[in-house]
């Protein structure tokens, strides 16, 4: 049960704490005001949303919730659009951006908890878990902050891939929603890396949260995960001309 | 890197909590992987006991339990383990000696009637204790090598800059006082460096005002020495003429005071002209030898009047590449000094010869000499062996020899002193790359 919370914590408050050390990497004024006006936007978010969560996942034949998180998913992803094309708006984008990457993380969450409660011992794992798992997120934020850091130094383009990646990420999680959904047919996976690196291992479950890794992708996950990797890298130079 | 202190908390923190929870992650799912192996083998063991007493085989095994069945205190079951009477013990778990070994046992009751015994040899729970926990420590112990050297990777990134500004400080010249610049200086070395800067400014202006002074003294006192030295002269020329009567002595003294004063600025102007800051070199390949004869040449008059022998040996030409004033410069006053301290009918000679790489000029005499504890000592501005009461009575400035050295040096040459080889005297040795 432990090692299940700890890496379920993990998967779902990674996304968030590697999204956030990339974008904090920006030319931004003040950043502890951009961070708690963030929280306050997504808890502002979350008091609106959990209520309304059960009617949500009842909607459309039950699929109401992975529609949802589509919706998110594809905001967040023209977040990311908006901030390599311009840095006009970059505030407002960011702020956008690490506050819907925080919904999308607290409703995972909210839903894991309450499905735990009264599995037995499951209350002391479920914290436990919850400290293992936010104390390696945080770390792997502070560390990546300060290799970004120290890489920016060198060439702006670190900064470009990191988003590009991160938006891979979104646009291949959205598509592999659709198909759970059956919106997109499911197609035969191209290859099954699970007997080098599980999903499910600690290795695993942060390459995911980084850039999408899938050990069974298909072809439409892949092609889309190419698509907005090589698109998000075109962008970005255009902006760095 | 905006602060070292919060560079080192934050990272050094990450890092920690980082290698240890994984390390805790990584105990847990060993442990749990040796539990259930564990568990497992209890099954094995309880299976095998049981099996026991319904085989053949009289071969005790070695490993499981010992388990014994009482119905009012009559023994009605034991497996191969147990002793063959049954095991007096209170209900519930204990440690009893049978069979020569020390056990762990548990005596169950139901009712009055039925008592069952399990007993497990204590050796054997402990192995298997044992093996659980070490199983749970392999992680940790393994993680602290890594954190030792995660941090010691952190800490000399993190203090980096302060190496750089050690480096960039231990490898400036004396004369260098241009501000430090370092990229990312941290929060912690601005104020450092900002000081050190204002002191290196403060300096390079206290030199340049001091250089200015020596130098603007020395231009504006020439004029009116000069005109004081002619009339001086041509108030003695006339007082002669008109037979005045006057203190030839004191008139004397005032004429070489005035001359010393002349030579002192002269040697002032020549010093800051040949420093390295206001040096303009035009080095060209020279003939070291001729100039040497040129520059005899020219002194011949006053080594004429003090009725010394003067001799240039060795190498009829020397090529070296060399500012031909600033050469002719430094002949000249090592000449002078040997000139000088050289007493009437003494030895002069210059000897110019090679090593693998440099052309070198000995210019020896017989005057008194210098101790050589005095050695490091008279390249210093305005030092004169001895004080005022040097024992030639010789007038002189004392920055002969500086000149002399700045202008080896301008060269990228080397002087030494020595003794000469008469009976008395010094010897200077001047080496200066050789042309090629």
Redesign the interface.
């Known amino acids: 049960m ?2 299940n919370t ?1 890496l379920v914590f993990t998967r779902d408050l990674l996304p968030l704490f590697i999204l956030l050390p990339v974008l904090l990497q920006m030319p931004f004024g003040e950043k502890r005001w951009l961070l708690i006006r963030t929280g306050l936007i997504a808890t502002a978010g979350m008091l609106l949303i959990t209520p309304a969560l059960t009617a949500i996942t009842r909607l459309a034949d039950g699929n109401g919730l992975e529609l949802f998180f589509i919706l998110l998913l594809t905001l967040l992803l023209l977040c990311l659009l908006l901030l390599s094309i311009s840095w006009r708006y970059r505030t407002a984008t960011t702020m956008l951006a690490l506050a819907l990457q925080t919904i999308i993380c607290a409703i995972n969450l909210v839903l894991f908890s309450l499905t735990s409660v009264g599995v037995a011992g499951a209350t002391e794992s479920l914290w436990l878990g919850a400290v ?1 798992g936010l ?2 997120c ?3 934020a ?2 990546a902050y ?1 290799l970004l ?1 120290e890489l920016k ?1 060198f060439s702006s383009w670190c900064l470009g891939i990191m988003l590009a990646l991160i938006a891979a990420r979104q646009s291949s999680e959205a598509i592999g929603l659709l198909a759970q959904i059956d919106v997109i047919p499911q197609l035969t996976t191209l290859w099954d890396s699970s007997n080098l690196l599980a999903e499910q291992s ?1 290795l695993g479950v942060f390459f995911h949260a980084w850039f999408g890794y899938e050990a069974t992708p298909d072809a439409i996950q892949l092609l889309t995960w190419a698509g907005t990797f090589i698109l998000m890298l075109l962008i970005w130079q255009r902006q760095m001309r | 890197m905006t602060s070292v202190r919060r560079y080192l908390i934050s990272v050094l923190i990450a890092l920690l909590v980082l290698t240890s929870f994984l390390a805790a992650l990584q105990s847990y799912r060993l442990s749990a992987a040796r539990a259930s192996a564990l568990f497992d083998q209890d099954l094995q063991l309880v299976a095998a006991s049981i099996l026991q007493h319904y085989q053949s085989s009289n071969t005790e095994p070695e490993q499981g339990l010992a388990v014994q069945l009482m119905k009012n205190n009559q023994l009605v079951f034991k497996n191969g383990l147990a002793p063959a009477t049954a095991l007096a013990a209170p209900v519930g778990f204990s440690e009893q000696n049978f069979l020569g070994k020390r056990w762990r046992v548990y005596i169950g009751q139901s009712g009055t009637e039925w008592q069952i015994m399990v007993a497990q040899p204590l050796q054997q729970r402990l192995q298997l204790a044992d093996e659980v926990i070490t199983a749970s420590l392999y992680p940790v112990v393994f993680s602290l090598p890594l954190q030792a050297i995660l941090i010691w990777l952190v800490v000399s990134r993190a203090l980096k800059p302060l190496q750089l500004l050690s480096a960039e400080l231990t490898s400036r010249k004396a004369s260098e006082l241009t501000p430090v610049t370092l990229n990312q200086v941290p929060q912690e070395l601005q104020p450092v460096i900002q000081a050190t800067n204002r002191l290196f400014e403060r300096l390079s202006a206290a030199f340049a005002r001091e250089k200015r002074f020596a130098s603007d003294v020395a231009h504006e006192l020439r004029t009116p020495l000069s005109v004081l030295q002619i009339t001086l002269h041509n108030a003695i020329t006339h007082a002669r003429q008109q037979g005045i009567p006057q203190d030839d002595a004191a008139m004397q003294a005032l004429q070489d005071g005035v001359e010393r004063m002349r030579q002192l600025i002269e040697q002032i102007m020549l010093l800051n002209r040949t420093h390295p800051d206001n040096f303009q070199a035009n080095t060209k390949p020279l003939d070291w030898a001729a100039l040497c004869r040129a520059v005899v040449a020219e002194h011949y008059s006053q080594i004429e009047a003090r009725q010394q022998q003067i001799s240039i040996e060795g190498l009829e030409h020397l090529a070296v590449k060399a500012d031909e004033f600033a050469l002719r410069l430094l002949v000249a006053n090592l000449l002078g000094n040997a000139i000088k301290y050289t007493p009437l009918g003494g030895q002069i000679k210059l000897t110019l010869s090679t090593t693998a790489t440099n052309a070198v000029l000995d210019v020896a005499d017989s005057g008194p000499g210098i101790a050589p504890e005095e050695y490091p000592h008279v390249f210093n501005r305005f030092y004169r062996v001895g004080g005022d009461r040097h024992q030639s009575a010789t007038p002189g400035s004392g920055l002969g020899l500086a000149i002399v050295k700045e202008l080896v040096q301008l060269h990228g040459g080397r002087i030494s002193l020595g003794r000469s080889e008469f009976s008395s005297g010094l010897k200077v040795s001047v080496e200066l790359p050789l042309c090629v």
């Open positions: 432990l090692i700890v293992l104390g390696i945080s770390s792997i502070v560390l300060q850091a130094r600690e």
